[in-house]
């Protein structure tokens, strides 16, 4: 379907000459989904933002329900969600704490502390994007008691833009203004027609924190907050208490503003042991009720679910297991600071070297053998939803190739069979964290490079440890003291732009910002950059997405990116647990509507 087509097509639904239903049948013979549709229709102004009904919930009551019982292989290691740099401690601290809209299954919008969904047809969506009008729900306190006001929603734009927190969030919000129109509106200003406005105060960075409580508390002493470990929100769930790096604990909030929810007395989180004993724990002995991101080799997943007493969820969404070619030295010490951005790495700033690589990773077998419906073989970072999926880059397993690659650039074998030029010898450390499926990945991956004259020191971290937010522990991913590491980076809306902005020039994480930046890779391409300005800003649909896709092209295309599985979100939960998940959205985005039948 060409741009001139799809123009057409919503023209006529904006003339009434074809029904929404009608567009969405006619798309999606190009591969467009019906929620992607329908979000389509809504930024040209042909149909509502967003659905805005609620699944269906049966308990008749709050509470009564007993203790849920989840199971976290990865613990968190702390609750403010401004801090938040690993998904366990998003997750974690969603018990608590709430934004102002989330994104369902069907990659629409549902308000949560929002009165509504904001939309043209309300007045509060402009129509030249340059802003959007908030209206919060009435009644909602804090679990202290205190009210929920605009203040609290201004004082989070004021909190995670400024520089001296260093928060993770910092980017969904540095570029805005929050104006508040009286005690439960806010209005949200761009510099400049925003296409994607449903960033800021939405979903994962979109989490709430309480003015009253963590006013006093910014920039030296921005991590001191008591408030940090000891959380006070909104959520369906109160704080009781939490040892970071393995138990956490909360209780039925019995003044939550949802009618009757949430259905379980208590809540328990624990984190620790691996993905196959998170599995075995739910899926066959029902010790717990839910396990979280499990990450476990299709063959020992499949035996467990036989055993009938649990099952195993896979909802489709944007996350990616990939791994990461360091643009910088981690072995060159600057002012204090490995792999600093002042540094180029000795071997991958060879395009050959990054190349070979790439040549090297046999992703069909990572799928076939290890993964299987945990993650699909993909050539591209960006893959959901489909619309956004590059039909330019390719994935080939060649050990020949990834020789003759190494041959032309002038890469010559040693005497041990590792290949050198000059002062630089191709061995590498390869680190991730400590996981079944991802050691087997470290050890089919260096068995291949072997056979290209590349050596890899295998490198594994305890899980708790590689994604925490401590910033002075060296073995941590944003810090990347490693030649080349892997791991999976989640998608956390429906709308690739947050995503994608891992990659732009100042999000580079680095010491002056605590390691907080979410360019991990320490990736600066001037190109990337002007793309992503122009997307942030494009109104065009059609236009947009092909930016979005060139984004992709440009960092695959560098090959200091590698990636390897496409990864649906994989769950598991006993037979009685019914769940409301979503792969746009934290795990535990609405978890007030979880309930067991009897």
């Not at 089919?444 to 072997?450: E, G, P, S």
């Not at 708790?464 to 989640?490: E, I, L």
């Not at 990736?523 to 992709?552: C, H, S, W």
């Amino acid at each position: 379907m060409t741009e001139d087509e799809l123009r057409s097509l919503i023209g006529r639904v904006k003339r009434g000459t074809l029904s929404r239903r009608g567009f969405v049948k006619r798309v999606a013979a190009v591969g467009l989904t019906a929620p992607m549709a329908t979000q389509l229709l809504a930024v040209t102004g042909a149909a509502p933002a967003a659905a805005q009904s609620m699944p269906a919930y049966r308990p008749t009551r709050r509470g009564g329900g007993g203790p849920l019982k989840i199971l976290y292989w990865q613990a968190a290691t702390l609750l403010n969600p401004h801090f938040a740099n690993g998904s366990t401690n998003q997750e974690a601290a969603r018990i608590f704490y709430e934004p102002l809209a989330g994104w369902a299954a069907d990659g629409t919008l549902v308000p949560i502390l929002a009165a509504e969904i904001p939309s043209r047809e309300a007045g509060t969506l402009a129509a030249d994007g340059k802003s959007v009008t908030w209206k919060l729900k009435q009644g909602v306190t804090w679990h202290d008691g205190t009210p929920f006001t605009a203040d609290d929603v201004v004082f989070n734009w004021e909190y995670a833009r400024n520089p001296a927190n260093a928060t993770v969030t910092s980017g969904s919000y540095k570029d805005i203004n929050v104006v508040k129109v009286d005690a439960h509106t806010v209005r949200v200003e761009f510099q400049k027609p925003t296409p994607f406005w449903a960033d800021a105060f939405v979903a994962t960075r979109g989490m709430l924190i309480p003015k009253h409580l963590f006013q006093n508390f910014a920039g030296a002493n921005s991590r001191d907050a008591p408030t940090n470990l000891r959380p006070v929100g909104t959520g369906p769930y109160r704080f009781v208490s939490f040892a970071p790096g393995d138990l956490l604990r909360g209780e039925l909030n019995p003044n939550y503003h949802r009618e009757n929810r949430p259905y379980f007395d208590t809540i328990e989180i624990k984190g620790g042991g691996d993905a196959v004993s998170a599995a075995r724990a739910v899926l066959q002995t029902a010790d717990f009720d839910f396990a979280w991101n499990l990450q476990v080799e299709e063959e020992v997943l499949a035996r467990l679910e036989a055993s009938g007493r649990g099952k195993v969820n896979v909802v489709d969404s944007g996350n990616i297991e990939f791994i990461q070619l360091n643009v910088t030295d981690p072995n060159t010490e600057v002012d204090g600071e490995r792999s600093s951005i002042r540094t180029t790495h000795p071997a991958f700033s060879d395009p050959a070297v990054r190349q070979a690589m790439n040549f090297l990773c046999d992703k069909n077998s990572l799928q076939q053998f290890i993964y299987g419906r945990a993650g699909k073989a993909t050539p591209n970072f960006l893959n959901n939803p489909p619309r956004y999926r590059s039909e330019a880059m390719r994935s080939e397993f060649s050990i020949q190739k990834a020789n003759e690659v190494l041959d032309a650039a002038g890469w010559v074998r040693g005497r041990d069979g590792i290949r050198a030029k000059g002062n630089v010898r191709l061995r590498f450390v390869y680190q991730t964290s400590v996981n079944a499926p991802r050691q087997r990945t470290q050890a089919l991956i260096k068995q291949a490079a072997q056979r290209a004259g590349i050596d890899l020191e295998l490198k594994s971290v305890v899980a708790t440890v590689f994604f925490s937010s401590d910033v002075a522990n060296p073995d941590t991913y944003p810090k990347f003291y490693a030649d080349m590491q892997m791991y999976t980076t989640t998608m956390t809306e429906a709308d690739p732009q947050t995503f994608m902005n891992q990659y732009v020039s100042w999000e580079v994480s680095q010491k002056s910002n605590n390691w907080q930046g979410r360019n991990v890779l320490r990736f600066r391409n001037e190109e990337y950059d002007r793309v992503f300005r122009e997307a942030d800003g494009e109104m065009d649909p059609v236009k947009r997405t092909a930016q979005l896709i060139r984004l992709n092209d440009i960092v695959c295309g560098s090959h200091h990116i590698i990636p390897l599985l496409s990864r649906p979100n994989v769950s598991g939960q006993i037979n009685a647990m019914r769940t409301n998940l979503s792969g746009w959205d934290n795990y535990h985005w609405m978890i007030a509507d979880w309930y067991k039948e009897a």
